[in-house]
């Protein structure tokens, strides 16, 4: 069971609205040069369709800056975020080129002149902050008081940032506390949600690839969640971004928070399966990624737990020996040959959706 989700401010990051109970948004971040303006629109592209709700775009140097503003323009829509490190010139670059926010430590960007500033300009174009802690860059000071990054050290590293930025009347705050390691993750945001209001964007950092980035994440977001805590995700993978995105949507819809897309039910099939499931569900996915209604289609291997879970979906189907029916909402609609199934289920699918969709 889920609980309550924890009251924090409600912060603007373009057209998106972080916390106090706004839905969860999904973000992600572009992994091409950011100098490369093309490819980077092109990857921004890709993300927002795979539903990316704000896309977070590294800005190492002035070259990336001056990228940063074009790619703004091209990208009028987009709730962008510069993400800056330790260069207050560049977070002043990439507020007067539009960002929706920034991401830059005020402690780490060389005294309160300095902050001053990126507060002034960011308090003037009316856009928020994320303070981004991450457990591999505390400070020399906090790492030789707690002998190393735990949960209480990058809480107080936070609560250090926070108040630069308070002692100057700003509050458009967002805070991240990130870790590769799960429990330190999840007890450092535990923390900081009992003595700030601000909303927090959740994330393992550096989670790794393939299944065990996937699964780390969804274990460390997952807790978090279900205890109320979190009101923005970003799935780190090393990989293709869009399946940050994709696994965003997967752990939210899994908790039952927020379901887009179709959700495909397969079983895991067995010795009485006489179908190719997996290629089954890998295309029937595939060909109906581009939906963002939330549907159900289940896809199942036999005629044992096959028609009962194939009834429960919207669109579902059941194999037999090198044949399978279809159901919709629980009524069968036919019977269809293996090798038609793809384009048949494709097109139930496409005629439920225009059943529902309103006129
Ligand atoms: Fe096996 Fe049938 Fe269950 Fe699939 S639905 S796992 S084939 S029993």
């Known amino acids: 069971m889920l609980m309550e989700r924890e009251k924090t401010r409600r912060i603007k990051v373009g057209k998106i609205e972080i916390g106090g109970g706004a839905p969860i948004s999904v973000q992600s971040m572009t992994k091409t040069d950011t100098r490369n303006v093309e490819k980077t629109i092109s990857q921004i592209k890709e993300l ?15 070259e990336a800056a001056s990228a940063f503003s074009k790619i703004r323009r091209k990208m009028a829509d987009v709730p962008l975020v510069a993400d800056i490190h330790f260069n207050y010139r560049l977070a002043l670059l990439a507020i007067e080129a539009g960002a929706d926010k920034i991401r830059i430590n005020p ?53 250090s ?55 780390k994440s969804a274990v460390g977001l997952s807790l978090l969640l279900a205890q109320g805590i979190g009101d923005t995700i970003r799935v780190s993978l090393t990989g293709d971004p869009v399946d940050e995105v994709r696994v965003g949507y997967y752990i939210l819809s899994s908790l039952g928070i927020r379901k887009r897309g179709v959700e495909i039910i397969s079983c895991p099939t067995c010795g009485r399966c006489e179908i190719n499931v997996a290629k089954l ?79």
């Open 48 to 62: 927002v369709t795979a539903g990316c709700e704000i896309v977070r775009i590294a800005i190492p140097d002035e």
């Open 107 to 159: 402690g780490n960007i060389g005294g309160e002149e300095r902050v001053r500033e990126v507060v002034k300009a960011a308090k003037e174009r009316g856009i928020p902050i994320r303070i981004g802690v991450n457990a591999g860059s505390l400070s020399r000071e906090l790492l030789r008081k707690y002998g190393h990054p735990t949960p209480e050290a990058m809480v107080e590293s936070a609560l």
């Open 161 to 215: 940032h926070i108040r630069m930025l308070e002692d100057l009347d700003f509050r458009d705050i967002i805070i991240s506390l990130k870790s590769s390691d799960v429990e330190t993750t999840i007890r450092a945001y535990q923390l900081i949600s009992e003595q700030v209001d601000y909303p927090l964007h959740l994330g393992i950092t550096e989670a790794g690839g393939g299944l065990r980035g996937v699964v």
């Open 281 to 359: 569900a890998t295309e029937v996915e595939k060909r109906l990624s581009h939906i963002t209604f939330p549907l159900k289609v289940a896809i199942m291997g036999c005629v044992v737990n096959g028609p009962g879970e194939a009834r429960e979906a919207d669109v579902g189907f059941a194999g037999g020996k090198g044949e399978g029916i279809i159901f919709r909402r629980g009524e069968i609609i036919r019977k269809v040959k293996e090798k038609e199934a793809v384009e048949t289920l494709v097109k139930e699918v496409e005629k439920f959706l225009k059943g529902i969709s309103p006129s």
